[in-house]
């Protein structure tokens, strides 16, 4: 016992710095930086923690916050990242990450900020994201990801936000997302989802945002939706094939968006201007 419990804290001392320095060196060597960002900062004769983007943790001295956004970094997203296993956040958007996402980052469990925006990663969401199951804010929005969206997506329990707008993602609204029991913001609006909303969606009465604008979506809405989801501030529906009464927006107290439309252009009222 004694000797296994030795084993366990010496393996925790050895897996420290000396982890996340040649993963994040891998990460360089496989990508092209064009502004040389990296290649000036992320250099061994510096700590990994005071490399451009990087930040590590207050308690463990190893890698936490990865924000690497708006680089013109080019690649597919190497797999050495999944060896950094404290990383909490990790924001890459707005870069030029292409190809499919590596299986080794189902293993970064303590995740709680994903942003892959605005990249062009494609191929499915990989089931494994749900074993990312502390993740508040999933974004990945604006890539060519294909595919449905997965059923294990639902054990990602504290999802506060999720974002894969501007998509290519077919195939229904899982029921599973009744799951998310924090969710505040859903965006699937702009891809190629079909069927109806799960009913069980006016369950998550946290929600403020629903857009799922821009789909192959049908159905009718509850006439009292607003009961069901009173913190609703935002709802747009248009660029669907939805039927129906038109629910009585009266009762929502907090509606500043609502676009109902069956073409974009016809947008009713917009009073959040995002979609
Ligand atoms: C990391 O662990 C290695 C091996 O135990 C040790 O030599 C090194 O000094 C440690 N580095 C830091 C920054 O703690
Ligand atoms: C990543 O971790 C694996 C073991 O999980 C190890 O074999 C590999 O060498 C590591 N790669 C880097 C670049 O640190
Ligand atoms: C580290 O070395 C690089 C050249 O390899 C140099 O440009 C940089 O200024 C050095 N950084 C520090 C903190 O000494
Ligand atoms: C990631 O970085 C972008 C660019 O600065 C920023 O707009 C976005 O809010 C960040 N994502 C998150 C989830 O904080
Ligand atoms: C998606 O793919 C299409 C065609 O394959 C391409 O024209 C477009 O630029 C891609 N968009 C993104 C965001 O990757
Ligand atoms: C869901 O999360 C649990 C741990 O909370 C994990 O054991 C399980 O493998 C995850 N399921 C999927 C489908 O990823």
């Known amino acids: ?20 320095q040649p993963a994040l060196l891998a990460f360089k060597h496989q990508i092209i930086d064009p502004q040389n960002i990296l290649a000036n900062s992320w250099t061994t004769n510096n700590s990994v923690c005071n490399w451009v983007g990087v930040s590590c943790a207050a308690k463990h001295p190893r890698v936490g916050v990865l924000d690497l956004f708006n680089m013109g970094l080019t690649g597919t997203i190497p797999p050495q990242l999944g060896n950094l296993s404290f990383l909490v956040s990790r924001n890459l958007s707005h870069n030029n990450f292409h190809d499919h996402f590596p299986r080794e980052l189902g293993r970064l469990s303590r995740l709680k900020l994903i942003d892959l925006s605005f990249n ?41 936000n999720l974002d894969l707008n501007h998509n290519l993602i077919h ?32 369950n998550i009465s946290s929600l403020r945002m629903i857009s799922v604008a821009s789909n192959n979506l049908f159905g009718s ?10 913190n609703l501030e935002a709802l747009y ?3 669907n094939e939805f039927s129906g009464q038109i629910p009585s927006i009266g009762e929502c107290k907090n509606l500043q968006g609502l676009q109902l439309s069956t073409h974009r252009s016809m947008a009713a009222f917009q009073g959040i201007s995002e979609v």
Not at 221 to 230: D, M, S, V, Y
């Open 171 to 202: 195939g229904n609204i899982p029921h599973e997302i009744s799951k998310f029991l924090n969710l505040k913001i859903l965006r699937l609006a702009s891809n190629q989802l079909s069927g109806s909303i799960p009913a069980v969606i006016y």
């Open 237 to 239: 529906l248009d660029g």
């Open 120 to 160: 062009f990663l494609n191929g499915e969401i990989p089931s494994w994201f749900g074993r990312l199951d502390k993740v508040l804010h999933l974004n990945l929005r604006n890539n060519n990801l294909t595919g449905v969206i997965p059923p294990s997506i639902a054990n990602l329990s504290n999802l506060e």
């Open 1 to 20: 016992m004694f000797i296994r419990n030795f084993m366990v804290s010496y393996a925790m001392i050895v897996r420290n710095l000396t982890t996340d």
């Open 221 to 230: 809405l509850p006439k009292h939706i607003c009961r069901h989801l009173p």
